[in-house]
């Protein structure tokens, strides 16, 4: 069975500065997706950034990047130039053979000023 | 396009009875999935659907819930008999199968069994 996990409970961040965000991942499969998605408190579940495991180039959306490791099995997220707007859980995720998504633990992100 | 809608948003019910929710998906995704989320935990898989069909049920899915998309559009998932465990958020997810297995999540049914 594949498992995600995610070992920052909690990370803050100044506004205007870079975190990363770590998830690595367990699976035997050779074709797969991985995913970060942002949850903000009380709203509903938005898709970040996606990478394809067959894609050695790491997947960028604006100020959102990934660092994908495949044999390291490893899938971190930077965000860089921190806003408010960012502050949310960020789980990560990965889909595989079988349609459904397994999700880490998330990560909270907080964003200061 | 609307997104991924749940009704209701909420819902508290009494131990014992039967409560019952909607998800609307995205209008040309023919995948439709079923996740609960407890507080402070990712959302976790029960169900999902291609079309009308139901291809897979995780362990979580005991006998008490069941799902069903009768005609490969909205779908409902019913649980029978609740129970204080049941108290969680279900998310509905929709995605089409010619991607790359991204899913659109909706807002979500808070249930609170008393």
């Known amino acids: 069975a594949q498992t995600v996990t995610q070992s920052q409970p909690e990370m803050s961040v100044q506004e205007a500065e870079t975190v990363t965000l770590s998830c690595t991942y367990d699976t035997s499969e050779s074709d797969y997706y991985l995913f970060w998605y942002k949850q903000p408190p009380s709203r509903q579940m938005i898709l970040v950034i996606r990478q394809e495991a067959y894609k050695q180039q790491n997947a960028t959306e604006n100020r959102f990047s990934v660092n994908f490791q495949k044999a390291a099995k490893s899938f971190s997220l930077k965000i860089s130039d921190s806003q408010l707007g960012d502050a949310a859980m960020y789980f990560c995720a990965y889909t595989g053979t079988a349609s459904k998504l397994t999700f880490g633990t998330g990560t909270r992100l907080q964003v200061t000023l | 396009d609307t997104g991924v809608s749940q009704d209701p948003r909420h819902k508290i019910t009494k131990r014992g009875q039967n409560v019952t929710f909607r998800c609307d998906p995205i209008s040309e995704h023919n995948r439709l999935y079923w996740y609960r989320q407890t507080l402070g935990q990712g959302p976790e898989f029960l169900t999902y659907f291609q079309n009308e069909a139901q291809l897979e049920k995780s362990r979580l899915l005991s006998d008490r819930f069941s799902a069903e998309r009768p005609k490969g559009s909205f779908s409902t998932l019913e649980i029978q008999r609740t129970e204080q465990g049941d108290s969680a958020m279900y998310l509905c997810?929709?995605?089409?199968?010619?991607?790359?297995?991204?899913?659109?999540f909706g807002p979500g049914t808070r249930l609170t069994v008393t």
């Open positions: 997810a929709s995605s089409f199968s010619g991607t790359s297995g991204e899913q659109y």
